[in-house]
């Protein structure tokens, strides 16, 4: 029967959580700056005769009607907003407080799984080889 690795001894283990924590911070970036940049023009455009006005005669309640009457658009902006908040949120939170227990061993487990997998697994490049 082989043995489990001991993830916490390992320090070159604790590189490879520490890599895909890294990883994942910017593929949630990379998607936040995707949105913004597909999603967000396309709702701006949708409202533009709205924006037209409101550069003109600029009040809160046409903001709210303007969004209203343009549904994809406020749900296409509330998103990139969304995220873009989430995002920082989340990584302010690992930065001041530290990731939390629960976090550590989801990407303990992952870099796991892909040690097992080897190269053939998409993440070996990035996690385990350097």
Known sequence: MAEVEQPSSDSSFARQVQR???????GRWLLVVFLWLTLAPLCLWNL?????FLREYFTWVAVRYGLLFHPF??????LCIGMTLGVLVWQSRNILVGMPDEEKQRLEKQVHRIRQRGSSHPL???ICEK
């Open 20 to 26: 895909l924590h890294k990883l994942t911070v910017y």
């Open 48 to 52: 533009r005769t709205e924006i037209e």
């Open 73 to 78: 658009a406020a749900i296409g902006l509330g």
């Open 124 to 126: 070996w490049k990035w």
